[in-house]
């Protein structure tokens, strides 16, 4: 039943390892043929040993009938067909599992390489995966920023509406009550009148004065010197009396103003926002 099998890789051989391996030349090829064959030929008697050592029926035989079957196995002679049918199945099982170990190593290279590239491939998948995770949540986290300030701009979407009025009229009572605090009273102190009308009249009692005293005979020296230290006197005076008015105002200025504060401040402390609003912005 080996035949068809020896036959067939027989052919195989001479179409595949023949050029390969027999090609140097003809004694070359009997010179490799006959060590093959020698080569063959023990391992082939080897896997005979063993095969039929593994295929024959353990028996109860006695030293004397095993050393009978040794002499008569080793006194059958093999045909040269058979050994060459050997030989040459040796030789493409030989070649064969040298293909294979041969096939074996690189399936295992690419093998490795393909897993190294999975590898790799799946460490940038992670890093992938893990960055549009970080991008999902700074969207959503965004997401709710911007709903935040959405409610937050629809709160104060009253008070925005309302911020001119109140600015407007935040304006007119400031410069309202600047106006007020900056008033300067001035009677009641010392004069009567505007100050202007004070000087007015100190000018006429001046000028009269000065007429009568032009009026008077200019001969007298001491009379001279008498008007001359009448009119430094009366200059000093003016002097005196507008610094003091000055004064005066601008001190009249600061109490006003400090107890127009402290009115204020009593006023708003004591009273709601209500009641400052109808007092400060519906005269208007």
Partial sequence: MAL???GSCTSWLKN????????PGKGHERSRSGSLKSVGLQRLKAALNKTMQKSSPKSLSTPAQRKSKRETTSAVSIPEDTIEMLESQTLIFTYLTMKMQKNIRRLEDKAERSLLLAHEEKMQLQEKVQQLKRELLLNRREEQLNNLLEKQVESLAPSTAATPQFKANYTTFATALDCTRHQMPIRDIHITGTRQSFLDDVQKHLGSTRALLEATPSSDNDMLDTI????DVVHKTDAELS?????????????????????QKLVEENSETEVLRQLYFDGQ
């Fill in 4 to 6: 068809p099998l020896v």
């Fill in 243 to 263: 610094r003091s008015l000055h004064q005066t105002l601008d001190l009249a200025s600061k109490v006003n103003k400090e107890v127009s504060l402290q009115s």
């Fill in 16 to 23: 595949n390892v023949a050029n390969t391996t027999l090609s």
């Fill in 228 to 231: 001359k230290n009448l009119e």
